[in-house]
C-alpha cells in the first residue's frame, strides 16, 4: 500500500494513482480488445499521442502492460496486458455496465457470453455463491489509527 498517498489509507486511491486517468483506462480496453499498436490506441481512445505515450510508459513501470518490440527499422512496438492488466478487465466490465446504464442512451456495444447470450454481469461471493447486494456488506478497517468516519 502506498504510504505517500493523502487521506485515508485505501486500496482504491492507490489503485486510482495507477490507473485512474481516462487515457490508461481506454488504453488498457483497446489493448484487451486485441488492439497492441500504438497508432491504433491511439486513434481509438482519441488521445493526445504525447499524453497517450506517458500513460503507457506510466502503464508498463506499474506493471499493467509490457512492451514488446515488433519491429527493428524503425524500432516499433506493441503493448500486452499483464496479468495485473488482464485482471483490470472486471474493472472496465463494471465501468462498461455502469456507463451502459447512466452515461449513454444506447450502449455502442455488447459482450455476448459462451453461453449465448448477451453478458449480463452480477458480483457474486465466492464462498456462498450468492448474488452481493450492497446493503450485505459491512466494512471493517484493516488500517491502525482509522475508523470507518476516518481517522480514530
Known sequence: MRDDLPGRPC????ALNLVGEKWALLAVREISFGNKRFDVIARNTGAPRDRLAARLRALEAAGVVARRQYSDHP??????????GEELRA???ALRTWGDKWAVD???????????????????????????????????????????????
Request: aromatic share 6%; charged share 20%.
Open 75 to 84: 524500432p516499433r512496438y506493441e503493448y500486452e496486458l499483464t496479468q495485473a
Open 11 to 14: 486500496s482504491m486511491a492507490a
Open 91 to 93: 474493472v472496465l466490465l
Open 106 to 152: 444506447t450502449p455502442p456495444a455488447v459482450f455476448g457470453h459462451s453461453c449465448g447470450h448477451d453478458l449480463d454481469t452480477a458480483v457474486v461471493c465466492r464462498h456462498c455463491g450468492e448474488e452481493v447486494n450492497p446493503d450485505d456488506l459491512r466494512l471493517r478497517v484493516l488500517s491502525p489509527g482509522w475508523t470507518r468516519r476516518g481517522p480514530a
